[in-house]
């Protein structure tokens, strides 16, 4: 029976290596009639081509060089999926690689494009399939512009809406847009998912399932919007790593003490706190509207609880069903794909500081021996979460 829970972990650890939907930015400066285009590209987003192949070599990378000789490829993608419209007629941009960034490897490219428009105040509309049909069926284009008016717009283009005509969002626009961006993103977060699971080990009855809800949201609401307003902020090489960790505390200590015993609402309030900064990491890559910052961060929090509330709900009413008539199976056995998960989250970070360590000292540095060393660790904790359940027992 225990290969059936090894199974289930393997299976936690492989959606666990899954990440968030691929993102681009674009970024229209106007200066009277002129107007400058940047359009930033994730190296992932490239990878995950599906109609071509840029990584040649196949090791998980992009070079220079690879972007390059895919130039006229990745161009052609662009030109069939991407466009803007001035007064209802279409004006396909000639893009130019200039900047490519990241240190050791590239993480994101930057294309740029100047035109001139005949009037900055005409209907001028950005549309966008960017890479939903190649890879990337939920792929997000975030647009922000400056000059077009006083006040800077940001709208998000997704696989539910190509076009945006520029226009300053109506307050229920940008209310709109924030909450189904915070849906998205939690949903998507699977360390904040995790963080929920483990609460759910310390909860024993209704009341103590609403206070630790309650608790988590007033946390994170906190920091969200002291992160997002640049009132106090931490940096996510510390964030992320702890909220990874704090899956692991919260989990464990439920399980020793037990869901009769143990009071939720406390470290779901303690690291909710924690978990607000990261959730204002996606709001620091687009920003809030300027014309409307509460709004944004009233959707994005709104957003964040109704994808929890979608996550809760069904995961409360399996487990429920689960237990009554198909298996009486013990909150323990039930942990270890959970703790296989954490303990997979905490051994990325820990290969990223092997690999750091590779970097500083005398060691090969070379990316084979990080990936080694990234490799050994992880594999490492995962073989003590197999075991995890046999010591919470």
């Known amino acids: ?83 803007f419209e001035l007064n209802g007629e279409q004006f396909i941009p000639t893009f130019t690689p200039t900047e490519y960034l990241g240190d050791v490897d590239i993480t994101d490219i930057v294309l740029s494009t100047s035109f001139t428009v005949a009037d900055a105040g005409d209907d001028f509309s950005v549309h966008s399939e960017l890479f939903l049909d190649a890879g990337n069926p939920q792929h997000k284009t975030f647009i922000s512009v400056d000059g077009f008016g006083a006040e800077s717009l940001h709208y998000v283009l997704s696989e539910n809406t190509y076009d945006y005509l520029l226009h300053l969002p109506t307050q229920f626009e940008t209310l709109a847009s924030y909450t189904d961006l915070g849906f998205e993103h939690v949903l998507s977060g699977y360390d904040h998912l995790a963080f929920l699971l483990a609460l759910l080990f310390g909860v024993a009855s209704l009341r103590k399932l609403v206070y630790a809800i309650t608790a988590f949201t007033v946390a994170h609401s906190i920091t969200l919007a ?119 989250y905490v051994g990325l970070y820990i290969g990223i500081a092997a690999a750091l360590i590779c970097v500083y000292t005398p060691w090969p540095k070379n990316k084979s021996a990080i990936d080694l060393n990234s490799l050994f660790i992880n594999a490492t904790l995962i073989l003590l979460a197999f075991n995890a359940g046999r010591w919470l027992a």
Not at 17 to 29: E, F, I, N, Q, V
């Open 226 to 344: 002291f992160s997002a307003l640049d009132i106090v902020s931490l940096p996510s090489a510390f964030v992320e790593p702890a909220i990874s960790i704090s899956i692991i505390a919260v989990l464990v200590a439920h399980l020793k003490q037990g869901a009769q015993n143990a009071n939720p609402a406390i470290p779901a309030f303690a690291f909710g706190l924690l978990h607000g900064f990261g959730f204002a990491g996606v709001l620091g890559e687009i920003g809030l509207a300027s014309n409307a910052k509460v709004m944004s961060l009233l959707g994005f929090n709104l957003g964040v609880e109704l994808g929890q509330l979608a996550f809760i709900i069904p995961v409360i009413i399996c487990a429920y069903l689960i237990h009554k008539y198909i298996y009486k199976v013990s909150l323990s056995v039930l942990a270890l794909p959970i703790m296989a998960f954490a303990m997979n």
């Open 1 to 83: 029976m225990c290969y059936y829970y090894k199974l289930a972990a393997a299976i936690t650890l492989a959606v666990g290596a899954a990440h968030p939907a691929a993102m681009s930015h674009l970024h229209l400066k106007f200066s009277g009639n002129e107007v400058d285009a940047t359009l930033k590209i994730q190296e992932l987003t490239l990878r995950e081509i599906d109609t071509f192949t840029i990584d040649v070599d196949g090791n998980g990378h992009i070079t220079q060089t690879e972007f390059e000789d895919s130039w006229p490829q990745v161009d052609a993608l662009l030109q069939s999926t991407f466009w």
